[in-house]
């Protein structure tokens, strides 16, 4: 009988998605527990009403679910706790599936879930026809601060991506706002590019997702890189670090104590003399950048770039960024420029869900002895090859990091 439970249950994943719903399907007592005999009944009279004339309580899409939930999930409830705190109860696998998050959009993919069940995305994923091109022909929600609440509703998903530490305002009132048209909608709040908790939103997404293997193999290769970049900083004196100037897509703007982006100049050993003062991007006196003294300068590239990045192949736009540094009024006297250390990476790399990739060209370019072993561009490579399942060649598309 269960081997013909489960040929029902391959049989019944064909069916055209449902909505994500209260309560299992065919739990029949309500004790939030579908047994055995539960789903046998069930799935009989579900059988019985479309083959044989009789009647069931169950339709098809609703009868699929019960057959993953009662195969996959020992017919019990799944709860989340996602990044925000909040626990999210599902009582049915996710069909439908609406990101605002390009980075939970990005992590999905890297999970191997099923990019047909995205039925909708932000604006700024929806752009990247490049890096997305599943997404052009999906449905454009807009933005956490402009979302088009209408075109959300009307796709009909049973969950939706949100930030959970950012923009949090914005993402609140997305949330009230479908939980009140929508009862049964799954809110779920990730950030996916924060190096302190992304491991663990990994392995999180992917038990949402049931992929729990993938989403081992992800966390582990993820681990990998951002592990051997802490482990070879470690120890290093504070007054031994070395010193970096960051600096934010515009000019003399740095990366203050708050900032993401000084986050990741931190963990790869380098030691921001600005970052200090309550602004996270603070606008620094051209002389004070001279008298820092900085020995590795790093300046972030990406914004008004119309190459660049997984944009295009355009070094000359990187290396004309770079060239604009070093020609500065009297930045041949700081060390970065007389060492032939100044490096322009582009944000689609240090910034979101990739940014271990582009921590480990930070990494490599403060401490080349230590990290001799180390190569960013094999990891990055590999993550669009083995995880992101792109065809996109790095040694002729795209422009990441200068020189």
Request: aromatic share 10%; charged share 25%.
């Amino acid at each position: 009988m269960k081997r013909l439970l489960l040929v029902l249950a391959l049989v019944l994943l064909l069916a055209v998605p449902a909505s994500a719903g209260e309560g299992i399907p065919g739990d029949g007592d309500g004790d939030g527990v579908l047994a055995a005999g539960e789903y046998t009944s069930a799935a009989l009279a579900y059988l019985d009403a479309a083959y044989m004339g009789g009647t069931g309580d169950l339709d098809r899409d609703e009868i699929r679910d019960a057959a993953w939930v009662y195969a996959r999930w020992d017919g019990r409830p799944r709860e989340i706790v996602d990044s925000s705190g909040q626990t999210v109860t599902l009582y049915r696998p996710l069909r439908r599936v609406v990101t605002f998050s390009g980075e939970s959009l990005e992590t999905l993919r890297s999970l191997g879930f099923d990019m047909e069940k995205i039925v909708a995305v932000d604006k700024y994923s929806h752009e990247k026809s490049t890096f997305f091109p599943e997404c052009r022909d999906k449905a454009n929600v807009g933005s956490i601060w402009s979302p088009d609440m209408e075109k959300v509703v009307s796709v009909r998903p049973d969950a939706v991506f949100l930030y959970a530490t950012i923009s949090t305002a914005a993402c609140d009132d997305i949330q009230k706002r479908l939980e009140a048209s929508s009862p049964g909608i799954r809110i779920f709040r990730f950030d996916c590019f924060k190096p302190a908790t992304y491991e663990t939103e990994i392995r999180t997404i992917a038990s949402i997702v049931d992929e729990t293997e993938r989403g081992e193999e992800f966390a582990s290769f993820y681990a990998s890189t951002m592990d051997r970049i802490r482990d070879g900083t470690a120890g290093i004196p504070d007054d031994e670090k070395t010193r970096v100037y960051f600096e934010y897509w515009f000019d003399y703007t740095t990366v203050a104590a708050t900032a993401g982006y000084n986050e990741k100049t931190e963990l790869a050993g380098g030691r921001n003399p600005f970052a200090i003062g309550t602004a996270e991007y603070p606008v620094v006196d051209p002389e004070a950048i001279i008298v820092a003294d900085p020995e590795v300068v790093v300046k972030l590239a990406g914004q008004g770039l119309a190459a660049g990045g997984y944009a295009g192949h355009d070094p000359e736009a990187l290396d004309a960024i770079r060239s604009s540094l070093v020609e500065r009024p009297g930045w041949t006297r700081i060390s970065a420029v007389k060492d032939d250390r100044v490096h322009v990476i582009h944000s689609d790399i240090l910034g979101g869900a990739q940014h271990f990739i582009g921590t480990a060209y930070l990494a490599k370019w403060f401490y080349p002895d230590r990290f001799a072993d180390l190569d960013p561009h094999a990891v990055h490579q590999r993550y669009l090859t083995g995880f992101q399942g792109i065809d996109f060649d790095l040694a002729s598309e795209g422009t990441f990091v200068y020189p």
